[in-house]
């Protein structure tokens, strides 16, 4: 190797990125790995591991970008509301933006040759490398000697004999580099995307179908509590005490906040989606007020929180 690389890992926290900058480092390239999130997935799992693993995490956040595709995607979805190609496909893009800018000599991904079928095969791989910007640019340690030669093996940086023939769904070869490396915390191949989560994907359709331009708070607002979408409004109901404080914390200017006076229930917020009286904002929340509340006295009193004055 005539000079040290420099090299940019996409690092989910998953055992394959992890084992990726490992490798590299082993070989003295100089790694950094980096960890995209939104507002649908955080690095809270990649951050520990890369503690872990002794690296420091590069965290970017590209939520603007994310909630576009999000909301508009080009290859279609998953089984949730996940467009994890055009997701993929922006991760390469903003990580390919950095390289150039930043002078990484390449891009690393975990990706394994045929692992899911449809979005690791040997096409769909050219393919995305090629819509990133990143042709011949992308390194992928694991299943490297069973793709063709990258551009920096042709520069010397890096050498084929240093990395792996993985192919397949199988996580044997995974697991023995995991044990070779030492790794003691295995991490699980479950991700933090909340997009794949059934429960929430139905909230975020619906929202969608109502709110075609639905922003970040709207998506902060439905993670959490009972969600209920009705006539015009968007209602969440607490059911804790921490959800009552987190929704104080998510309200924005023109949501009414209810809770119960001198009785049990929850504090529930409501947000148009779609132009309608106030009148009709009121009647909506302290009708499921009501009906999440104990011991509701004849005379129920409820409060309607004031917008705090420092906001
Ligand atoms: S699961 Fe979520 S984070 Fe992962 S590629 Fe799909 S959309 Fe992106």
Redesign the pocket.
Known sequence: MTKKAKALVLFSGGLDSMLSALILKERGVKVTPMCFFSH??KCDKAHLFAKDAGFKLRKEDFSKEHLKIVKNPCFGR?SGM???ID??LLMLKKAGQIMRKEEYDFVVTGEVLGQRPFSQNRRALELIEKRAGLKGMIVRPLSLRVLPETIPEKKGLIQREWFYDIKGRSRKPQLALARRFKIKNIPTPA?G?I??DPVFSQRLKELFELKKNFNGSDVELIKSGRVFFKNNFLIVVARNESECKELLKKRKRGDLVLEPHSFPGPTVLVRRIKKSPRSEMIDCGIKLLLDYAKNVPEDPVIEILPFPKSC
């Open positions: 649908f997935f998953g996940n467009p994890c997701c993929h991700g995307c997009l794949t």
